[in-house]
Nanobody, 123 residues
Framework: VQLVESGGGLVRPGGSLRLSCAAS????????VSWYRQAPGKERELVAT????????AYADSVKARFTISRDNAKNTVYLQMNSLKPEDTAVYYC?????????????????WGQGTQVTVSS
């Protein structure tokens, strides 16, 4: 199983980036996918989440109206469109995929992480 993030880089304040998370080795359409980020010296925080079918999304207050999460299950890929970037958005961004199954009456959680991609917002 692999989750591979791409699209990070250096951008000026007010700029945009689109991150991608490409999955392999899993039935991607069954997974809820989230983007997290971790800035230096800070804990990892949840940025955005999208349901397995893509119909429901949720965002951290700090990125609402600026970031958009979407997915293309045919391509096994989730995207994070980031607009109006601020210096405080600087962090390593990670993709996370979770599926919870009920097998013989017991819940089993499958969870995978990508390696992260660096986003730096600076003038």
């Amino acid at each position: 199983v692999q989750l591979v993030e791409s699209g990070g880089g250096l951008v000026r304040p007010g700029g945009s980036l689109r991150l991608s998370c490409a999955a392999s080795g899993i039935t991607f359409s069954r997974y809820v996918v989230s983007w997290y980020r971790q800035a230096p010296g800070k804990e990892r925080e949840l940025v955005a989440t999208i349901a397995s079918a893509g119909g429901s999304t949720a965002y951290a207050d700090s990125v609402k109206a600026r970031f958009t999460i979407s997915r293309d299950n045919a391509k096994n890929t989730v995207y994070l469109q980031m607009n109006s970037l601020k210096p405080e958005d600087t962090a390593v961004y990670y993709c996370n995929a979770v599926q919870i199954m009920v097998i013989a009456g017991a819940q089993k959680r499958y969870e995978y992480w990508g390696q992260g991609t660096q986003v730096t917002v600076s003038s």
